[in-house]
């Protein structure tokens, strides 16, 4: 069963193969899924038991106060929605410079935004006084012609968010409308029924495909920006204040850069588990872990370069209350934090993925799982040390995050651990046809022509799924031509 | 004639007695909420006395400076709220309603002089302390914000009276509690948009600051202090 990539690409056109090993996981469910779901829905469980508390008694469960208004939420808030950028956009970039690793990547990423916005959106809501009030953010025509403010950055948030959120849910389905027609013609039962369904109709013809591609370019062009966007009015929640180190023109850059930091990080680790869990060895090959890595260290040396132009030029500038927030960081009470930072974010993953011995499959792991901690770290320290010291002395103060902030925070990462691991279950998690689609590529250009046409009749051959897989071969072979 | 109401504080003449605060606990039902949430940074004082010290033990000065809402011109609480909880009245005071306000403590955040307070419980007083309730002002839920309004309610009440008798407003008629409490009239209530007011006198004084201008906040609160600079060029 276990092949190197290598000996894929000559007998690749293995279509039973193939659909055997990734609608695996989807046909078959075993007890260790149920264990895993069990075990991280008890955590959600506990999580929206503490929002449960949370909302019968007040806020005041937190342990935000006068000053640090923000805590544990926001930072939440601001990590979920930057984990969201691993996929939408780096999908959408790698779909657009047609890097041909992209294939099984793509899939795996582009879910990890739909949740990881889903989770990321709910806590400007959990952290609300009064969520039951939260529609007041929403634009809606009412008797007292009542609107919300748009100067405020929070509805901008709201409006960057929701078109994100249904840009990125329209990017991820699209590319599965023919994995889900290839499920219905797989599956018996009610399963065909669903996924007969949830395929829309499709049914592989030359037109279905030509309109396919169209709206995915389409969709890859549009979502970058409003990627971009995402971020920059979300940093721009801070940045509209005047609060020491909060108002800065930097902001905006350096939150889109370190949200790709930490969705390529995210990614990587999502794939390791996929590639272990599910036996997906053969699929996601070192390859993608190699360039996804490669980012991360481009990434990783942006971060750096932002966060050492951030506090040199705060250092110079010498206002009082700026530079009181910067030595409260570098060698205040927060010391021990920053420095992990650091560490996590820059001085482990540097060496672990610049040195090309070191850039393995487990190397690549250990660098993003630091810069996950360290990303989520650095949405902290961007929040609570500048909200502890604004410009009066006299209203200083610390934070400690209480019981509930961190069953809630443990909540979303087992939330999403959760929401992956269902999704994986239910939906091929490496997109089929487009893997077929470029190992047929790999294949025309890299072996000899007899391969080629040893690979034909095994395609047209393929009788009951021939809707789904030979069609899009057609397809390619006619792009390719 | 249109008010824009503004309050002078004069540093020399505070002696740190808070009667003010308690002047304004009193008349705007600020609630208690208690040693263990006071300990965790949460009490409500819509105004306070900061104390500094400056110089070295046993040569200590001790300089107290009342902090309140310094209804800006130019507040940096307004823009942020996504509901217009915090607005601009036409009077010129920040405005704060309660029933629109969500809970974002945005504003809070973004206000410079931290003096925006939040209900992080349901705020209550245990009988026979519900019966000092000032009726003039309604009491804030959970998750609400609230700060300081220059006892907005005693403004409108003085409005509405002097409406009734037919004449203008007299200079230093609406009075907050915390200036009308004030033992060494410290702090001083009235009309900017009255160049004839003590407090417009007191506004233009060359002992006059205004706290944190720098960041363009422009606040209606003047600080009175003397120092050297004043007494070398005036």
Redesign the interface.
């Known amino acids: 069963m276990t092949k190197t990539p290598d000996q894929i690409n000559h007998d690749l056109i293995n279509h039973d193969l193939i659909n055997h090993d990734l609608l695996r996981p989807v046909a078959r469910v075993s007890a260790r899924f149920f264990l895993v779901v069990a075990m991280l829905g008890l955590v959600v469980l506990a999580g929206f038991s503490a929002w449960g508390y949370q909302l019968y ?4 469960v937190a342990g ?4 640090v ?2 805590g544990f939420y926001i930072t939440n808030f601001v990590f979920w929605i930057g984990i969201s950028h691993a996929g939408t956009l780096i999908s959408a970039i790698l779909r657009l410079a047609n890097a041909g690793w992209r294939r099984p990547v793509t899939r795996c990423a582009e879910v990890i935004t739909v949740f990881a916005l889903c989770i990321g959106a709910m806590f ?1 809501v959990i ?5 039951w ?2 529609f ?2 929403v634009p809606y025509p009412n008797q007292r012609g ?1 609107w ?2 748009y ?5 901008w948030d ?1 409006f960057a968010i929701n078109t994100y959120l249904i840009g990125s849910i329209t990017f991820l389905i699209l590319p599965i409308i023919p994995d889900f027609a290839l499920c219905r013609d797989k599956f018996t039962g009610w399963r065909k029924t669903l996924y007969g369904l949830l395929a829309l109709g499709w049914r592989g013809t030359q037109r279905q495909w030509h309109r396919l591609e169209t709206a995915m370019h389409i969709m890859a062009i549009v979502i970058i920006p409003v990627a971009v966007s995402v971020h920059t009015i979300v940093s721009w ?1 801070f940045a ?4 020491p180190m909060w108002h800065s023109t930097i902001f905006a850059p350096y939150f889109v850069a370190g949200a790709i930091f930490s969705g390529i990080a995210a990614l990587i680790v999502a794939m390791v588990f996929l590639r272990r869990f599910l036996h997906l060895e053969e699929y996601l090959p070192s390859v993608c872990f190699e360039n996804l890595g490669k980012l991360l260290l481009l990434m990783s040396l942006l971060w750096v370069y932002f966060v050492f132009a951030e506090r040199l030029t705060i250092w110079y500038g010498n206002h009082p209350a700026e530079v009181s927030v910067l030595w409260l960081t570098q060698s205040g009470p927060y010391r021990y934090l920053f420095w992990i930072m650091v560490a996590c974010n820059f001085l482990i993953p540097f060496p672990l993925l610049a040195i090309k011995k070191l850039r393995t499959i487990t190397g690549t792991c250990i660098a993003s799982i630091t810069v996950v901690i360290g990303m989520w770290l650095e949405r902290y320290l961007i929040i609570v040390p500048s ?1 502890s010291r ?6 200083w ?2 934070y400690r995050p209480t019981w509930a902030e961190i069953t809630i925070t443990a909540a979303t990462f087992a939330g999403m651990a959760l929401l992956y691991v269902v999704f994986a279950k239910c939906v091929p998690i490496i997109s089929i046809w487009e893997l077929k689609v470029g190992m047929r590529e790999a294949s025309e250009s890299t072996t000899s022509v007899a391969a080629v046409s040893r690979t034909r009749p095994t395609a047209s051959g393929r009788g009951e799924h021939g809707t789904v897989a030979g069609v899009g071969f057609n397809k390619t072979h006619r792009v390719e031509l | 004639m249109s008010h824009r109401w503004g309050m002078a504080v004069d540093l020399d003449r505070c002696n740190g007695c808070e009667a003010c605060v308690i002047a304004c606990r009193a008349e705007n039902n600020i609630p208690t909420v208690g040693e263990e949430q006071a300990q965790k940074g949460r009490a409500i004082h819509w105004i306070r006395v900061e104390r500094y010290y400056e110089g070295e033990f046993p040569d200590v000065r001790v300089k107290f400076q009342p902090v309140l809402c310094q209804q800006c011109d130019n507040a940096p609480c307004e823009p942020v709220c996504p509901t217009y909880a915090s607005y601009h009245t036409d009077e010129g005071l920040n405005g704060q309603v309660y029933n629109r306000c969500i809970g974002t403590r945005y504003c809070a955040n973004a206000c410079p002089y931290t003096v925006r307070f939040f209900n992080f419980f349901n705020p209550a007083w245990d009988k026979p302390l519900h019966l000092q309730l000032n009726p003039d002002v309604s009491v804030r839920q959970v998750g609400i914000m609230e700060k300081c309004t220059f006892c907005v309610q005693r403004i409108k009440s003085a409005e509405i009276r002097a409406k009734e008798e037919k004449r203008e407003l007299g200079d230093g008629e609406p009075a907050p509690a915390c200036v009308q409490s004030c033992p060494p009239k410290a702090l001083v209530f009235g009309d900017l948009n009255d160049p004839e007011s003590e407090l417009s006198r007191l506004a233009r004084s060359n002992r006059g600051v205004k706290l944190l201008g720098e960041l363009g906040t422009q606040p209606k609160v003047t600080y009175l202090q003397r120092n050297e600079w004043n007494d070398k060029n005036t």
């Open positions: 008694s007040g806020i005041g935000i106060r006068r000053p208004f923000w400007p952290h609300l006084g009064r969520p009030v939260a007041w953010l009542l919300p403010n100067r405020s950055p929070l509805v709201f929640d509209m204040t005047p609060v909200l604004k410009f009066l002395p006299y209203a103060g610390t």
